[in-house]
C-alpha cells in the first residue's frame, strides 16, 4: 500500500512538473508571437501588401450564406485547423 502511494506521488509530481514546463513554454511563445505580430503590423503600414486571391472567393461565399463552404476553403486553400479557418473567415 505505500508503495503503491509513493509511486502515485511520484507519477503525479512528474506529470504535474511537465504541465508546468510546457505552460511556462506556451507562454513564453505566446509573448514572442506577440511581438512578432506587432513587428508585422508595423511593417506592413510601409508596404503594399497585395491580399490574398482565396479571400475574393470566400466573401463571396460568405456573402451567399455558404459559411461552412467558405471554411472548408479556406482550411483548404491555406492549411488551416478548423479554428484558425473559422477566425480567418469571420475576420474577413
Known amino acids: 500500500m505505500v508503495w503503491t502511494l509513493l509511486i ?14 510546457i505552460n511556462e513554454r506556451l507562454k513564453r511563445m505566446e509573448t514572442r508571437m506577440d511581438l512578432l505580430t506587432g513587428k508585422i503590423a508595423s511593417l506592413e ?3 503594399d501588401v497585395q491580399e490574398p486571391e482565396i479571400n475574393r472567393k470566400l466573401r463571396g461565399l460568405m456573402k451567399n450564406g455558404e459559411t461552412v463552404k ?6 483548404k486553400a491555406l492549411g488551416l485547423s478548423l479554428l484558425e479557418a473559422k477566425q480567418y ?3 474577413l
Open 89 to 91: 473567415v469571420d475576420g
Open 45 to 47: 503600414k510601409g508596404v
Open 70 to 75: 467558405a471554411v472548408r476553403e479556406a482550411r
Open 8 to 21: 502515485a506521488g511520484i507519477v503525479l509530481g512528474c506529470v504535474y512538473g511537465f504541465y508546468l514546463l
